[in-house]
């Protein structure tokens, strides 16, 4: 098979390509003008990388195309409407990206709390308070509330490092969850306002939908506790961004981690000037492991779609 990326990406991890035609930019991206001049004339596979978009433009110029492998867990970056126009499979990578994703929320949801970004950056402009017993306080996440709106794989394995931490879960979820699985977290399955008025800290691990476009607004924001604080490694269209840096402005919650942003890669200018904020840029999944995990979840779709097995295939559509 004829294969393209989108995108460079390690040659090593595609190594059981070998018996295809795979072909890669040697900068990091092939631009959209370079894909449509006639580079995917014969192409049957693309592989698509998360940060790119892969447009009706894009796919008309593939008269061939038979799948997209996306490398990447979201699927948001495709135009599904032209794929589904012209029967082209598209697959994700959603196991290599649990553990990474739900580690790093951990560690925004510990940074924030403790402070350990500003600490830092005060440390090395010699601003920091002097050492002392009532001096650089912050706020332990032992003993208290998670609530995780979106309780799927992600969620679960941010759920199950909270846990050994002391922390007690509430969940929201399109679905309850077996007894099993709740009993395994000590998880307890709440609508989403009393999870937002309950949870010290909120966390965002649920898939893009327009359904979740601006789940947490204004009035979200409001029904949280002054010292809570909202953590965010799905999506940032999930949060109206100018209602959270209002409502951080008004210390109407304690802090926000954020590892997406509503107008990725724009940052809002008032986020990057709050110490009470930790920003992240977008690199959840972003481990030298998981890549290499990814691309092996990239081929494992390639393969068998290529012996028509699509049943061991991570299919979205």
Same mark, same amino acid.
């Given at each position: ?15 059981? #390509?070998?018996?295809? *035609? #795979? ?9 959209? /003008?370079?894909?449509?001049? &006639?580079? #995917? ?8 990388? @998360? ?19 996306? @490398? ?7 135009? =599904? ?7 082209? !499979?598209?697959?994700?990578?959603? +196991? ?5 994703? /739900?580690?790093?929320?951990?560690? %925004? ?8 970004? =500003? !600490?830092?950056? +005060?440390?090395?402009a010699g601003q920091a308070e002097p050492f002392g017993v009532m001096n650089n306080l912050s706020r332990s996440v032992y003993g208290k509330t998670l609530g995780i709106i979106g309780m799927g794989r992600i969620g679960q394995a941010l759920a199950r490092?909270?846990? /050994? ?10 679905? !309850? ?17 009393? #999870? %937002? ?10 898939? @893009? ?7 947490? &607004?204004?009035?979200?924001?409001? !029904? ?5 604080? =909202?953590?965010?490694? /799905? ?6 961004? +100018?209602?959270?840096? +209002? ?23 008032? %986020? ?6 930790? =920003?992240?840029?977008? *690199?959840? *999944? ?12 990239v081929c494992d779709n390639i393969l068998y779609f290529a012996t028509n097995q699509s049943t061991k295939m991570n299919i979205v559509l």
């Amino acid at each position: 098979m004829q294969i393209v990326s989108t995108t460079h990406l390690p040659p090593a991890g595609f190594r059981r #390509l070998h018996e295809h *035609t #795979l072909c890669m930019p040697d900068e990091p991206y092939y631009t959209e /003008a370079e894909l449509c001049d &006639g580079r #995917l004339r014969d192409t049957e596979v693309l592989i698509a990388t @998360f940060d790119y978009r892969v447009t009706r433009e894009i796919i008309h110029a593939a008269p061939h195309l038979r799948l997209i492998a996306n @490398f990447g867990a979201g699927y948001n970056n495709i135009d =599904l409407d032209a794929c589904r126009e012209r029967g082209i !499979r598209v697959t994700n990578t959603p +196991q290599p990206v649990i553990e990474p994703t /739900a580690e790093l929320a951990f560690a %925004l949801m510990l940074d924030v709390t403790r402070l350990t970004p =500003l !600490r830092d950056r +005060q440390l090395r402009a010699g601003q920091a308070e002097p050492f002392g017993v009532m001096n650089n306080l912050s706020r332990s996440v032992y003993g208290k509330t998670l609530g995780i709106i979106g309780m799927g794989r992600i969620g679960q394995a941010l759920a199950r490092r909270a846990v /050994a931490c002391g922390m007690h879960i509430l969940y929201h979820n399109r679905h !309850r969850l077996s007894p099993e699985t709740e009993q395994l977290y000590g998880a307890e399955y709440v609508s989403l306002e009393h #999870l %937002l008025e309950a949870a010290d800290i909120v966390s965002l691990n649920l898939p @893009f939908s327009p359904s979740t476009h601006h789940l947490i &607004g204004a009035a979200e924001l409001a !029904r949280m506790k002054q010292t809570a604080y =909202l953590v965010n490694t /799905a999506r940032g269209a999930h949060v109206d961004e +100018q209602a959270l840096v +209002q409502a951080l402005r008004d210390k109407r919650i304690a802090g926000a981690a954020l590892d997406v942003y509503e107008h990725e890669p724009h940052i809002a200018e008032e %986020l990057l000037r709050m110490d009470n904020v930790v =920003l992240s840029p977008h *690199t959840g *999944t972003g481990t030298m492991e998981g890549r290499i995990a990814m691309c092996e979840c990239v081929c494992d779709n390639i393969l068998y779609f290529a012996t028509n097995q699509s049943t061991k295939m991570n299919i979205v559509l």
